[in-house]
């Protein structure tokens, strides 16, 4: 039994760059979101919220870069290891605020006041830390949220890089 491919090469190349624009669409509203939610709402982010930031930038970069040189396949497999990334990384920040996790040396104070002032200056300017919920929406953290789209985007790139690849073993 020989399965054969669903579709031609333009087809998967299509998926490819419709997956890409998707990747970058998603990484823009993530981003606007965030930004949205930091300067419209007032919830400042900690310093794990904001490295949750970067691999959305990354995957609106490589997503863009892939679109425009004709180089899709290749920057959805970059996009992809990003959006992995920022899973993984959105796991780690639900296991720092579930107390799973020790709270990272980012999140704690790294200076040492020599006067009230500078303590009420420190305090004042002070991220919030990590292991706080600022928000929780369905009983899920922004964290959490952030790891169910970025791996939800990573499975759909998966799909359609797959989708219509002749399989490895035939018979």
């Avoid at 624009?21 to 993530?30: F, K, P, T």
Wanted: charged share 15%.
């Amino acid at each position: 039994m020989r399965v054969t491919g669903r579709g031609t090469a333009s087809d998967a190349g299509a998926r490819e760059r419709l997956a890409l624009a998707l990747i970058a669409l998603s990484g823009i509203v993530a981003l606007a979101t965030a930004f949205g939610l930091e300067y419209l709402g007032g919830f400042v982010p900690c310093s794990l919220c904001i490295l949750e930031r970067w691999p959305w930038a990354a995957a609106v970069v490589v997503g863009a870069i892939g679109l425009l040189s004709g180089r899709a396949r290749l920057a959805l497999l970059v996009a992809i290891l990003f959006l992995l990334g920022n899973t993984g990384l959105s796991a780690y920040h639900v296991g720092v605020e579930s107390g799973w996790f020790e709270l990272p040396g980012t999140c704690a104070a790294g200076t040492v006041a020599s006067s009230i002032e500078e303590l009420r200056a420190q305090l004042l300017n002070a991220r919030p830390t990590c292991d706080r919920a600022a928000l929780r929406v369905l009983g899920l953290s922004l964290a959490g949220w952030n790891g169910v789209a970025a791996a939800a985007i990573a499975t759909l790139a998966v799909g359609a890089l797959l989708w219509g690849r002749r399989p490895v073993l035939s018979s």
